[in-house]
């Protein structure tokens, strides 16, 4: 069961009741939507627009598609292209975005204006790397920096949502801490709901997103220092055959 704490503490949150909230959602016929089918919205009460933001891993982003896929729920998995935390162009990644696409969700992008604010050219990135159109974004943490203010031609800025959505109430698990509400509180609301989900949080055993972060850095620290061996490695057999054709 997805259990409220009190607002500055953190929420224990497990795989098994992501998917109770799912079956739970369906059996009292709420209706799922990706973002950019949002707009097709127009009662009041029963609709999830479900939206995902991707901040340090595509292998969760994957996992949990493929859970929501599984339960025929299409969501919105936003997705960082400045390289901060992944590496959208590594092979396995640009697996994981292709078949993401391929079940039926929406790949829009998720960007950070305090590192990179050309929006337009990470758009050209990510349609690359998928093969296909974006219709829609979400900034990361516009809490701490301020959110983004200028309108992209056809593309949906996901923090306008409640602007436009008949009574809607937007639901977050941000930092592992709910504030209002729980998803499963929102089912009894009445009204139409905006959830934001982070796969890292409910694929994770631990139950503090900085251990999360500090167990994802280490992970990363290592694999880097795999790659610059393999390239030092590399280098050494260059030189010794370039030392025994000069030898010849």
């Known amino acids: ?6 607002e500055d503490e953190l929420s224990i949150l497990r795989i098994d009741d992501y998917i109770n909230f799912l079956k739970n959602a369906k059996d009292k016929n709420f209706t799922f939507f990706r973002v950019k089918d949002s707009k097709y919205i127009t009662s009041s009460h029963h609709n999830i627009i479900l939206r995902h933001d991707i901040d340090l891993s595509l292998k969760e982003a994957f996992r949990m598609a493929e859970i ?16 901060q935390y992944y590496n959208i162009l590594e092979p396995e990644n640009i697996d994981y975005l292709k078949k993401i696409k391929s079940m039926g969700h929406e790949i829009g992008l998720h960007f950070d204006i305090s590192n990179y604010e050309d929006i337009q050219h990470q ?28 309108d992209i031609a056809n593309i949906i800025d996901a ?54 972060i500090k167990e994802i850095k280490k992970m990363a620290i290592e694999n880097r220092k795999n790659s610059f061996d393999e390239f030092i490695y590399g280098q050494i057999e260059y030189y010794k055959i370039r030392k025994r054709a000069s030898d010849k």
């Open 123 to 150: 758009i050209k990135i990510l349609e690359a790397v998928i093969e296909g159109k974006i219709f829609s974004m979400a900034q990361h943490t516009p809490v701490n920096i301020g959110f983004y203010k200028k």
């Open 159 to 212: 923090y306008t949502l409640t602007k436009y959505i008949p009574n809607l109430e937007y639901i977050s698990d941000s930092g592992m801490m709910w504030r209002d509400y729980t998803f499963e509180e929102g089912l009894t609301l009445g009204k139409n709901l905006y959830l934001l989900a982070h796969p890292i949080s409910w694929l994770n055993s631990k139950n503090s997103l900085i251990s999360i």
């Open 1 to 6: 069961m997805i259990s409220t704490k009190k």
């Open 68 to 83: 929501e896929a599984k339960e025929s729920i299409y969501a919105t998995y936003y997705v960082m292209v400045d390289g």
